[in-house]
C-alpha cells in the first residue's frame, strides 16, 4: 500500500465496464503540442492516469485525435470556442467541451496558456476519476485570484516551525544536484488544484537563504517546478544586509541599504527570471523590521517593492504584528497599526493578513482589516497547519473554517462586501490579489502525517482558485479522487468531514473562548496559563473569567476593539442579545447564570457545547467504523488510532476546561456530564 502517498491523484481503476468503455474511446488517441516543457508534464499525466484508470496506453498524434488539447491561438477555425467564451476566461482559465460528432475529435480542452491547458487537463481528469458522465461536458473556468501560495515554515535546518508531519520535504543538503521525486509529485498535486506559487522558508526567517550557495538551491527547485506553473518565492529577513551583506544598518531609507536590495534582486533574477518575490514578517514577536529604524512599514516594504518592481516581483508585507509594550487589546493591534497606511504602499506590494486578528484559533470573527484598507491589496493567510487545532491528530475538515471566514460580511461597500470579494479584489477593482496557506506539508509518507489533513492542502487550494467554492463541494471532492466515489462511502464521509470543524470548536473554545491552549506548543487545554513573558500570550488574559462571569469585553465598555468593524457589525454585536452566540464570549464579558437563546443559562449552554464535542467525535468514531469496506487497510487502521487520540483529547479538554472555570462559575455540572470516577 502507498499510505497515501499519491494524495488525491490516486488514478484508481474504473471498475464500472460500460463507464471504463465510455472513457477508453474519449482517451484512445490525444493530439497535444509537447514541444513546451508544461506540455511534455501533460503528456506525462495523461499517460499516468490512464494507465492507471483504464489500463490504457493513449496514442498520442494529429491522426483523428479523440481528445485535443490546444491553446486557443492553435486551434483549427472550425472547433475556436465562440468569442465570449474566450473572453471569459483569463490566462489561466480553460474551457473544456464534449464536441459535436462531426469532427474526430469528441473532448476538447483549450486555454490561452500552457499552465491554462494544464489546468484544464487536471479538471478533465479529476471527471473520470469522479466517474462523471462526459457526454456533455461543458466547464469553463478561471481563478478567482491571481497568487495562489503556499507558506512553508520551514528553517534551513529542515524543522518546521508549527509542522506535525515530519521535517522540511526541501533536502537543502542534496539540493542543487537531487532533484528528488517528491518535488515533482508535490509540484503535480499543488498544480492539480491550482496553486502557483510556494514561498519555501520559514517567516521567522534566516538571511542565509539569500546567500549565493542557498540560491543555487533554490534555482533547482524554481527550475523543477516551472513546468507545472509554480513560482518560487522566498522570506527576506529584514536585517540580511547587515547579517550577510557587511554593512552596519538595515535602515530602509539608507542609500546602502536600498543598493544592497536592488543588488540582492538582480542577482536572485539572474538565476531565476521568474522568481516570485519576497514575504516578510517584520517588527512582530522579535523579528527585525523598519520600526527598529523608526521607520514604517511602508517605508520598508516599499523598499524591497521597489528592488523586485524591475523584474515584475512582488512583495508580501504581513500584517500579524503586535506590540512589545504592554498590550492594548491584541486584537485591534494590526488595524491600528496598518489602517492609516492605505494606498501609501507600492502597486507590487500586498499586506498579507491572518483570517482573524488574533491567531489562526479554531474559530475567530473574520480580521478587521478586510474592508479596512480599500486602497491597498490584502491577501488572505490561512493556516492549514493546526497549530491550534489538534496537531496531526485531530480530524478536522478546515475548508469549512475557511468558508465560513470568506463569507462573513465586511459590510465595506454595502451588504454583500464578503471577505471572498475583498481578497479576490471584485469589490474594488483591485488587480493584484492574493492568498495564502501555511501548509501542513513535510516528509511523512503520505506527506501531512493525518490522512484527512491531505484534505485540508486539497481544501485549501480549490478555495485559492475559487473562493466562492462550497466546502461541501471540496469535501465530496476529495473523498472521491481520495478514496472512494461509492455514494455509501461519500455521503456519511462527507458529514463527518462538514461536521468536524464544529467538534472541536465545541470541545476547545466555543461560544467564543479562544487562545486557551497548552503553553508554547498550542496542543491540549490551558486555559489556567498566565504569569508568562507576555500578558497576550497567557490564556487568563482572553477568557477573563472571575466570579461574576467570563469572555473578553471588546464593545465600548471594553477594548472596543468591535469599533474596528463597520457600523452594522457594530451595532450589533455591541448588544449582547444581538450578538452571534459563536461569538459570545469573543465580544462580551458574559454572567454565568446569563440565559442564552434556548433560556438556559451560560454555564449549562458551556457544559452543553462541551460534551457536544465530545459527543460529535463518538460520532465519527462509529461513522469510520463503517467505512472499513472503502478504504486501504493502513488509512483505515492508522485514522482509527488517531480518532480514538482524538476522543480522549477531548474529555480531556472538556474536563480540564469546565473544572478549571467553576471555580469561578460555583455551579453544579449539568447530569449531561459524566462524573469522574
Ligand atoms: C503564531 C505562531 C508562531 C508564528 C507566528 C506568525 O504566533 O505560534 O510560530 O511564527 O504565528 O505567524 O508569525
Redesign the pocket.
Given at each position: 500500500a502507498q499510505d497515501g502517498y499519491k494524495l488525491w491523484l490516486q488514478y484508481k481503476t474504473v471498475d464500472d465496464a460500460k463507464l471504463r468503455q465510455h472513457y477508453s474511446e474519449l482517451n484512445e488517441a490525444i493530439s497535444l503540442d509537447t514541444t513546451s516543457s508544461t506540455g511534455k508534464v501533460i503528456q506525462k499525466e495523461l499517460k499516468l492516469a490512464m494507465q492507471g484508470m483504464l489500463s490504457q496506453k493513449p496514442q498520442f498524434s494529429e491522426e483523428n485525435p479523440t481528445l485535443l488539447i490546444r491553446k486557443v491561438a492553435d486551434l483549427p477555425k472550425n472547433l475556436k470556442p465562440k468569442q465570449n467564451l474566450i473572453d471569459s476566461i483569463n490566462d489561466e482559465g480553460f474551457s473544456i467541451q464534449t464536441i459535436p460528432s462531426k469532427s474526430t475529435a469528441k473532448i476538447l480542452i483549450t486555454a490561452k496558456t500552457d499552465q491554462g491547458l494544464l489546468y484544464g487537463v487536471f479538471t478533465y481528469l479529476k471527471q473520470l476519476q469522479l466517474h462523471k458522465d462526459l457526454t456533455e461536458l461543458s466547464i469553463t473556468d478561471s481563478p478567482k485570484i491571481k497568487k495562489r501560495l503556499l507558506n512553508h515554515?520551514d528553517n534551513l535546518d529542515r524543522t518546521i516551525?508549527?509542522g506535525y508531519a515530519g521535517f522540511s520535504i526541501w533536502d537543502w543538503h542534496l539540493l542543487p544536484n537531487l532533484i528528488k521525486q517528491e518535488y515533482i509529485d508535490y509540484a503535480r498535486a499543488n498544480a492539480s488544484i491550482g496553486i502557483n506559487g510556494t514561498v519555501l522558508t520559514?517567516?521567522?526567517a534566516s538571511a542565509y537563504i539569500l546567500q549565493k550557495n542557498y540560491l543555487e538551491k533554490v534555482k533547482a527547485l524554481a527550475d523543477a517546478f516551472r513546468p507545472y506553473g509554480i513560482q518560487v518565492y522566498l522570506t527576506a529577513r529584514f536585517s540580511a544586509p547587515i547579517e550577510i551583506g557587511g554593512l552596519e544598518t538595515a535602515d530602509p531609507l539608507n542609500e546602502e541599504v536600498r543598493q544592497w536590495w536592488k543588488d540582492k534582486a538582480t542577482e536572485i533574477y539572474a538565476e531565476i527570471p521568474d522568481f516570485g518575490g519576497f514575504l516578510v514578517?517584520a517588527n512582530?514577536?522579535g523579528?527585525p523590521g523598519p520600526n527598529n529604524y523608526n521607520r514604517s512599514h511602508v517605508d520598508g516594504a516599499n523598499m524591497l517593492a521597489e528592488a523586485v518592481a524591475p523584474h515584475d516581483g512582488i512583495v508580501m508585507w504581513?500584517a500579524?504584528v503586535y506590540s512589545d509594550e504592554k498590550p492594548d487589546d491584541r486584537a485591534k493591534q494590526a488595524y491600528t497599526e496598518f489602517v492609516p497606511f492605505d494606498g501609501t504602499f507600492k502597486d507590487n506590494v500586498l499586506v498579507q493578513v491572518?483570517n482573524g486578528a488574533i491567531?489562526?484559533q479554531p474559530r475567530e470573527p473574520f480580521h478587521p482589516l478586510f474592508g479596512a484598507m480599500p486602497e491597498t491589496p490584502l491577501m488572505m493567510?490561512f493556516?492549514i497547519t493546526q497549530?491550534y487545532l489538534g496537531g496531526m491528530s485531530h480530524l478536522v475538515f478546515l475548508p469549512k473554517l475557511f468558508e465560513e471566514t470568506l463569507q462573513e460580511d465586511t459590510f465595506s461597500q454595502g451588504k454583500g462586501s464578503t471577505v471572498a470579494k475583498v481578497v479576490a479584489g471584485s469589490l474594488t477593482d483591485t488587480q493584484l490579489t492574493g492568498i495564502a496557506g501555511?501548509s501542513n506539508i513535510g516528509n511523512a509518507r503520505n506527506w501531512t502525517g493525518h490522512p484527512f489533513a491531505q484534505a485540508n492542502w486539497y481544501g485549501f487550494g480549490r478555495l485559492a482558485w475559487n473562493p466562492e467554492l462550497k466546502a461541501k463541494t471540496i469535501a465530496q471532492e476529495w473523498l472521491g479522487m481520495t478514496f472512494s466515489t461509492d455514494p455509501a462511502f461519500v455521503k456519511p464521509m462527507t458529514s463527518l468531514l462538514l461536521d468536524s470543524r464544529e467538534a472541536v470548536v465545541d470541545y476547545m473554545t466555543p461560544l467564543g473562548l479562544h487562545h486557551m491552549m497548552a503553553e508554547g506548543h498550542?496542543q491540549g487545554p490551558g486555559p489556567w496559563v498566565k504569569d508568562l513573558g507576555r500578558e497576550d500570550w497567557t490564556s487568563v488574559y482572553y477568557h477573563k473569567a472571575d466570579s461574576l462571569g467570563i469572555g473578553f469585553d471588546r464593545t465600548a465598555t471594553g477594548s472596543d476593539a468591535l469599533s474596528q468593524y463597520a457600523p452594522e457589525i457594530e451595532k450589533a454585536y455591541s448588544n449582547i442579545e444581538t450578538t452571534p452566540e459563536k461569538y459570545l464570549l469573543w465580544f462580551h464579558h458574559v454572567p454565568w447564570g446569563y440565559k442564552l437563546k434556548n433560556g438556559k443559562t451560560l454555564w449549562y449552554n458551556l457544559a452543553r457545547h462541551y460534551q457536544d464535542g465530545v459527543l460529535e467525535v463518538e460520532k465519527m468514531i462509529n461513522t469510520w467504523e463503517q467505512m472499513k469496506p472503502y478504504v486501504d487497510e493502513i488509512a483505515y487502521k492508522k485514522t482509527e488510532m488517531l480518532l480514538s487520540i482524538q476522543l480522549e483529547e477531548a474529555q480531556w479538554w472538556r474536563d480540564s476546561c469546565l473544572l478549571y472555570f467553576q471555580q469561578f462559575s460555583k455551579m453544579e455540572l449539568p447530569d449531561f456530564i459524566p462524573k469522574a470516577p
Open positions: 515554515w516551525e508549527r520559514n517567516v521567522n514578517k512582530s514577536e523579528q504581513r500579524f491572518k491567531d489562526f493567510e493556516q497549530e501555511v498550542h
